[in-house]
């Protein structure tokens, strides 16, 4: 099973950018789904992209379609994210996620999640 650590959140103005990083221990990386989800302040935690070990195209929410770009290189064991155009909506814990199977956009079909990386997005 592999752990997962992000790194990258920090503090950025409306309209600028940031790269999340999520590194993953265990030599199966390259064939878990990845996934990114998000938890701003008093609600609940939701989907934000995803993407498979290869073949098909990453899945975005809506809300960030465009503006957010999730990649992976398994030879480094790491999934990104990369923001741009970002709005003080974007502001929340941003968690990475992994799972054996397909694409997903639920969260209770991800089995190991990392610990969060705080962004805010300030207006």
């Known amino acids: 099973q592999v752990q997962l650590v992000e790194s990258g959140g920090g503090l950025v103005q409306a309209g600028g950018s940031l790269r999340l990083s999520c590194a993953a221990s265990?030599?199966?990386?390259?064939?878990?789904?990845m996934g990114w989800f998000r938890q701003a302040p008093g609600k609940e935690r939701e989907f934000v992209a995803t993407v498979s070990w290869s073949g098909p195209t990453p899945i975005y929410a809506d809300s960030v379609k465009g503006r957010f770009t999730i990649s992976r290189d398994n030879a480094k064991n790491t999934v990104y994210l990369q923001m741009n155009s970002l709005k003080p909506e974007d502001t929340a814990v941003y968690y990475c996620a992994a799972r054996r199977g397909r694409r997903s956009v639920r969260q209770s079909e991800y089995d190991t999640w990392g610990q969060g990386t705080q962004v805010t997005v300030s207006s």
């Open positions: 265990g030599r199966t990386f390259g064939s878990y789904t």
